[in-house]
């Protein structure tokens, strides 16, 4: 283990050189600024400074954590840097996309939690003529799970990696007949039991026209079959189990007026396990959503969504409903400068239990709002400060939580390579 001293020093020494790095590009970005177009292949950095009133989300009686320097508290600095390259290129009828991201996170007093992270994706939307074409892609994510999620004051890391491929064959008449194939993987480091490391293969087919008339209507029928690693439900006891399943999914929009749209998604959602029958779960999950611009300056969203996703609680649960609504203003003020709003409210149940608790199930209740503001000096160069709040009222007294936090962040484009 290295020494606390040596820790301070190499926390401190990564904003200040991403700072540094930061103000050079903003001189080198007014000269690219002259040039309005797109570039294939760009480098792109950025910096986030953070402060965060709860990092553990824990409720307003527990008692403070013990930081590594052994004071207590549970308030935290955090700075992110990130460097990246950008590709986005088109040859004929073919286009390449990707983007490979490398982020650094340094926590002031919590510093077991510091981790870097490696991010890419790629994609080739791939073209034989007007009615035939699809997409190749691949994807690899890394992010921390909530502390909200786990209740825990460990850190769990989840990779993400998905592989996919597409096909859509349009005989005209606004039709398209699509289908679909995809390999995602999840690893939890260390393992999560509501959310298990899996492997899942997943197909797919459907059917969509688009009208003239600013709309489209939808079905597809999906099928994923999986597999959790390592999973265990009784101490001693660690076995692997094979799931299905089965979507059905209508969705639609439409455009009744030039600042009006409309969106809508209807699916029924049945899972099953193979030697887990207890888990088994069905549902319907839906999405409703209605963008409205009455100015060319202003717009304003409103979304409701259902979703129903497992969640091993040992005995207590199988799976969970999540019904979110939400309402997002947003005005351009100038050009250069956005303001936003963003404001929630998640009702969660969970279901399917082997043996109901004695308090009955838990349910919860998360509340929030964010304001954002963003301003965009140069072509390339964006200036992002937020602030938020979260409460959750829970059933279960250690899901409660409220928690406020304030972010500034810094993003540029530092060169663009051009042929």
């Known amino acids: ?5 040596r820790i301070r020093v190499r926390i401190r020494r990564a904003p200040r050189a991403a700072a540094i790095a930061l103000a050079g590009a903003l001189v080198a970005q007014s000269a690219l600024a002259q040039d309005a177009g ?35 508290g549970r308030s935290d600095r955090i700075t992110s840097s990130w460097v990246g390259l950008r590709v986005d290129t088109a040859l004929g009828q073919q286009r390449f996309r990707g983007e490979a991201k490398r982020t650094l996170f340094r926590y002031d007093r919590f510093t077991d939690l510091d981790r870097d992270a ?10 034989l003529n007007p ?45 398209h007949m699509l289908a679909g194939v995809s390999r995602v993987e999840h690893t ?26 600013q709309g489209s209507l939808g079905a597809a029928w999906r099928r994923r079959e999986g597999r959790y690693r390592d999973i265990a439900f009784d101490p001693g006891e660690i076995r692997n189990s ?23 998604r209807l699916a029924r959602v049945d899972r099953r396990h193979e030697d887990l029958g207890f888990r088994d779960f069905s549902g319907a999950a839906h999405e409703l959503a209605w963008r409205w611009v009455p100015t060319g300056r202003t717009e304003v969203t409103f979304a409701s969504q259902r979703t129903l996703a497992p969640w091993f609680e040992l005995l207590s649960a199988s799976y969970r409903i999540d019904d ?14 956005k303001l936003r709003l963003f404001a929630y ?31 965009t000096p140069l072509r390339g160069v964006t200036l992002v400060a937020t602030v938020h709040r979260d409460r959750r009222s829970s059933s279960d007294p250690l899901a409660r939580f409220d928690v406020v936090a304030a972010t500034l962040s810094l993003s540029v484009g530092l060169r663009d390579f051009r042929p």
């Open 345 to 375: 409210r998640t009702a969660t149940d969970y279901r399917g239990e082997v043996d109901l608790p004695a308090e009955g199930r838990r349910h919860d209740v998360l509340r929030g709002t964010q304001l954002a503001a963003e301003w």
């Open 188 to 213: 939890n480091t260390p393992g999560f039991l509501p959310q298990p490391d899996d492997r899942e293969i997943a197909r797919e087919a459907g059917l969509r026209y688009d009208s003239a008339a």
């Open 1 to 5: 283990m290295k020494p606390a001293k």
């Open 324 to 337: 979110t609504w939400t309402v997002a203003p947003a005005w351009e003020v100038t050009d250069r400068v």
């Open 38 to 72: 797109p570039a294939p292949i760009s480098l792109f950095a950025g910096a986030l400074l953070a402060t965060d009133s709860n990092i553990f989300r824990l409720p307003g009686e527990a008692p403070e954590p013990v930081q590594p320097g052994g004071s207590r």
């Open 242 to 264: 094979r799931y299905a399943v089965h979507e059905t999914e209508l969705r639609a929009s439409w455009s009744p007026t030039a600042g009006s749209t409309l969106f809508g």
């Open 131 to 175: 009615q035939l074409g699809g997409t190749l892609s691949s994807r690899r994510a890394e992010s921390l799970l909530g502390f909200d999620l786990t209740q825990q004051r460990r850190p769990t890391e989840q990779v993400a990696e998905t592989r996919a491929a597409t096909l859509d064959l349009r005989p005209g008449g606004g039709w």
């Open 118 to 127: 490696v991010e890419h994706n790629a994609e080739w939307a791939w073209s």
